[in-house]
C-alpha cells in the first residue's frame, strides 16, 4: 500500500509501526524504539495535536528521517509522540 501512495497517487501517508520495527539509517539498522531512546531533549517538540473534552492536547513530538528513495519527492520519517505525564 505504502509504494502506491508514494508511486502512484503521490500522497503523503501515515503508518504506524512497532516499536520493534526494522530500519536503516546510513547504513546501520535499528529498531525503531532504539531511535526514540537517542532523541535529545533539544529535539523534542512541544505541540498540540487538537482539543478534546479537556482542552488542548498537548505532547511532545520528535521525528527522525530514515533511509529511503527520494526521487518522487518523499522522505520517510520516524514520528514519535510521548506524553508529558508519562514520558
Not at 501517508?13 to 512497532?18: F, K, Q
Not at 482542552?55 to 529511503?68: F, I, L, M, S, T
Request: glycine residues 6%.
Amino acid at each position: 500500500m505504502w509504494w502506491w501512495l508514494e508511486k502512484t497517487a503521490k500522497q503523503p501517508y501515515i503508518l504506524t509501526v512497532s516499536k520493534k520495527q526494522p530500519v536503516v539509517i546510513g547504513w546501520q539498522r535499528y529498531q525503531a524504539k532504539n531511535c526514540y531512546l537517542s532523541r535529545t531533549a533539544s529535539l523534542w517538540q512541544r505541540l498540540s495535536c487538537g482539543a478534546g473534552s479537556k482542552g488542548e492536547r498537548y505532547y511532545d513530538w520528535a521525528k527522525v528521517p530514515v533511509n529511503c528513495d527520494r526521487s518522487d519527492g518523499f522522505q520517510r520519517w520516524l514520528l514519535f509522540r510521548r506524553s508529558l505525564e508519562h514520558p
